[in-house]
């Protein structure tokens, strides 16, 4: 069983403070890696993806990715309370092989004033 | 469309009756994906569809539902003698290319 796991949270953290999200996966022959941000009652959104091990920055978010470790995280800078969502890990592979994505359970944000 | 329609919003039904939730894509879009959302749960795969190819089946929970998608476009998912536990979000979402685009989805209550 191919599996992403997050932490459910919530991670609480101050406006400005730097947030940081970390998900894990079973599958070593993924090679991307996605971030979707859902706020409460909306669907999800992508923000981010990776492919290479290493950083990649976009804006106020950076995505990391360390496929050794088989450990993907997001990375958010200067929080802010329009951040407070629930962010969802995504890896293709499943059951259905590459084609569809595989969702972690999502980590609940809060960023406080 | 501009994006991803879903159809009805919310549902209520009486548990052993015949749903069909429906699904309008992004035009152009190749690819057409359900899946559902339980209360704090991930989202979980239930059915793909990708072109004039045969969908994959494999995470459809159980005989009940049944997916289709008419010329490449629309498509509706169907759950037959539906149950409590199959109150969820039903998400669909459409691509072409590796980013998906979720519709608004349908609140599926079942007394």
């Known amino acids: 069983q191919k599996e992403v796991e997050q932490n459910s949270g919530p991670l609480s953290v101050p406006e400005g403070a730097i947030a940081s999200l970390n998900c894990t996966y079973s599958?070593?022959?993924?090679?991307?890696f996605f971030w979707y941000r859902q706020y409460s009652g909306k669907s999800p959104e992508l923000i981010m993806s990776?492919?290479?091990?290493g950083d990649k920055e976009d804006g106020r978010f950076t995505a990391q990715l360390n496929k050794a470790s088989q450990y993907v995280s997001l990375l958010i800078r200067d929080s802010q309370p329009s951040d407070s969502a629930t962010y969802l890990c995504?890896?293709?592979?499943?059951?259905?092989?590459?084609?569809?994505?595989?969702f972690g359970k999502g980590t609940m944000l809060l960023v406080s004033p | 469309g501009a994006g991803v329609s879903q159809s009805p919003s919310n549902k209520v039904t009486e548990k052993g009756k015949d749903v069909e939730l429906r699904c309008d894509p992004i035009?152009?879009?190749?690819?057409l994906y359900w899946y559902r959302q339980s209360l704090g749960q991930g989202l979980e795969f239930l059915i793909y569809?990708?072109?004039?190819?045969?969908?994959?089946k494999s995470g459809l929970p159980s005989d009940r539902f049944s997916a289709e998608r008419t010329g490449g476009s629309v498509s509706t998912l169907t759950i037959q003698r539906t149950q409590q536990e199959d109150s969820a979000v039903y998400l669909c979402?459409?691509?072409?290319?590796?980013?998906?685009?979720f519709g608004s989805g349908t609140q599926l209550s079942v007394l």
């Open positions: 979402a459409s691509s072409f290319g590796e980013k998906l685009f």
């Open positions: 599958d070593r022959g993924s090679q991307s």
């Open positions: 990776i492919y290479s091990n």
């Open positions: 995504a890896v293709p592979g499943g059951i259905s092989g590459y084609s569809t994505l595989t």
């Open positions: 035009s152009g879009h190749t690819a």
């Open positions: 569809f990708q072109g004039n190819s045969a969908p994959d």
